[in-house]
């Protein structure tokens, strides 16, 4: 199993991959635009005929990209920690990631797709169907942001808003904790921007958003696209310690609870108060 190409190819496999998303989002939204039937999985979200298509298109796609690299997908196979710790490089993908935001039909979904390397995100791919927009980076590149035909632009966190008095908080449009009220109560005068899927933490790497604390569940394959991208933008996806996420580290594939933000994590985690006394 090698490693990730560097520079100028791995910014040609970026837009390999994003072209890969925009076509499992057109799968997406053949059936968005259809009455579809919505199931339970075993932790009770749902799952729709989108997610599954959506698998199917990314698995064969990344497949042929490279087939020396395996796939873990939240609609794939179980695969144990056993196998998976030999990995070095893999493919990390959500193929709809905001299934409630879906089903609710307020277009706040996204295909996710991530290419981890040693436990880390080094190139990610967030296509909104919907919207038609892009996000991408990689760890030799910068963040870009594409909207429908247009060309795309760079993108950079808002390092100029760091300690303002009245920052931007983005929110879950789905999940909510009393928790994070009673943070966001500490945070002082702010303005809450609510958004389904890891649009929230692409909202953050547009400087569109400063922070978004995530008190709560959350899985490997949620957060890995949007973590390369805000990483490509200058920012930090950090556990409430202020340590980088890694990914494929042991068995559970849950996230620890996390704060995405530009420059130092630890100014905004003693303003909010995190972690808990």
């Known amino acids: 199993m090698h490693a990730p190409p560097k520079d100028a190819a791995l910014t040609a496999l970026m837009h390999e991959v994003s072209a890969l998303a925009a076509e499992a989002g057109h799968a997406i939204l053949e059936t968005y635009e259809t009455r579809f039937a ?26 042929d ?13 179980d695969i144990p920690y056993e196998r998976r710790r030999q990995w070095h490089t893999y493919w990390l993908i959500d193929p709809l990631d905001g ?55 760079e993108i950079s966190v808002a390092h100029e808003r760091m300690g303002t008095d009245h920052p931007m908080v983005a929110g879950s449009r789905s999940h909510g904790a ?32 400063d922070i978004y604390p995530r008190l709560g569940p959350t899985s490997e394959w949620d957060t890995a696209a949007a973590h390369a991208v805000v990483r490509a933008a200058g920012g930090r996806v950090t556990d409430l310690n202020g340590q980088e996420l890694r990914y494929n580290t042991r068995e559970s594939l ?4 996390f704060l995405v933000c530009a420059g130092n994590p630890e100014g905004w985690l003693r303003r909010l108060g995190l972690p808990d006394d």
């Open 99 to 153: 299934t409630r935001e879906f089903v609710k039909r307020n277009g706040e979904f996204t295909v996710n797709v991530a290419l981890i390397h040693n436990h880390e995100p080094v190139l990610g791919v967030v296509w909104c169907p919907v919207l038609q927009r892009l996000y991408a980076g990689h760890h030799d590149g910068q963040a870009i942001r594409r909207d429908e035909d247009q060309a795309p632009r």
């Open 65 to 77: 990209i490279d087939p020396d690299w395996p796939v873990l997908s939240e609609e794939g196979q």
């Open 178 to 209: 009393e928790r994070l009220k009673l943070a966001l109560g500490r945070l002082g005068p702010h303005e809450l921007v609510s958004m389904g899927s890891s649009l929230k933490l692409c909202l953050v790497a547009e400087g569109a958003a």
């Open 38 to 63: 919505v199931t339970e999985k075993a932790d009770h979200s749902p799952l729709t005929e989108a997610d599954l298509a959506a698998h199917r298109i990314l698995s064969k796609g990344l497949a």
């Open 254 to 257: 849950l996230n620890p609870e």
